[in-house]
């Protein structure tokens, strides 16, 4: 492959890499804030959060979700900025977040939840081995999530309504996934911390390639106007309770893929 293009340096835990209306978009967990990264390559902040995580996505109509897991709530960004509550998820310990092409939005901790476009919540899943990033297909009928501590990926069937079922290993994996995307070839690229890399695979846990770093890899993201750039944020990790050593530590690469991004995010 290509080799890498770094794109931000000296930021903390970058995470939730996100391409919306043209924009590479991305969290910075030490520092609490939400950016946006403009033509000229400079970082914007667009929002701010007490404490991590912060994982995000985008709503059909376009306004910003925000995973408040002290809180136990998803927040939502109004157009004129301000951030309000939108759902109840109860409890704490919730962490990723992914909004399908029908609107509806998954988040994962304890349990892994649907939230409907008019904020109910219901139950999709429980006992998974340290959820971590989601993706969609293309044809809004499968949730694919990453168990981190279970080293593999797993797929849902989604029906019409959104509700979940037909849990299933998609993939075994030589270590912990941590944030995935979805490419037109059917696969699965997949962030990995203590390895160092990202990887793409098959259903089935085959390796089509790799892109190697030179620091924990925590989420990626197919993004740029054809899709076909893989972006990915990576950052030394020293543990939730060491945030702020992680300062400086956080910087988000590009390089090109070769199948363009499809689903969601």
């Known amino acids: ?97 992914v909004v399908d092409g029908r609107g509806n939005t998954y ?15 219901s139950v999709e899943a429980e006992g998974l081995a340290f959820p971590n990033g989601m993706a969609v297909t293309p044809d809004n009928r499968t949730l694919i ?33 941590d944030g995935v995307c979805i490419d037109a070839a059917g696969a699965v690229w997949y962030a990995d911390v203590p390895n160092a890399y990202c990887r793409r695979v098959l259903e089935g846990g085959e390796v089509l390639d790799e892109v190697k770093l030179d620091r924990g890899g925590f989420a990626c993201v197919l993004g740029g106007p054809d899709r076909r750039t893989l972006y990915i944020t990576a950052a030394r990790w020293f543990g939730m309770d060491r945030m702020a050593e992680m300062a400086g530590a956080g910087r988000v690469f590009s390089i090109p893929a070769a199948a363009a991004g499809v689903g969601w995010p």
Not at 111 to 121: F, I, N, S
Not at 156 to 175: K, P, T
């Open 145 to 177: 999530c990453a168990e981190s501590y279970a080293r593999r990926l797993t797929a849902f069937d989604i029906a019409a309504d959104g509700r979940l079922s037909g849990r299933r290993v998609w993939a075994d994996l030589d270590g912990p996934p």
């Open 1 to 97: 492959m290509s080799e890498l293009t770094l794109l931000v340096t000296d930021r903390g835990l970058v995470e939730s890499p996100r391409w919306h209306a043209g924009w590479l978009w991305f969290a910075d967990w030490t520092a609490g804030e939400i950016l946006r990264l403009d033509g000229d390559g400079r970082a914007e902040v667009v929002a701010k959060a007490a404490a991590p995580p912060l994982s995000f996505d985008f709503a059909a109509d376009g306004r910003m979700l925000i995973v408040a897991s002290g809180e136990g709530r998803l927040l939502r960004r109004e157009p004129d900025a301000e951030i309000a509550p939108f759902a109840d998820l109860g409890g704490d310990g919730w962490n990723e977040i």
């Open 107 to 121: 988040v994962n901790g304890p349990k892994l939840l649907l939230v409907t476009p008019g904020g109910a919540v």
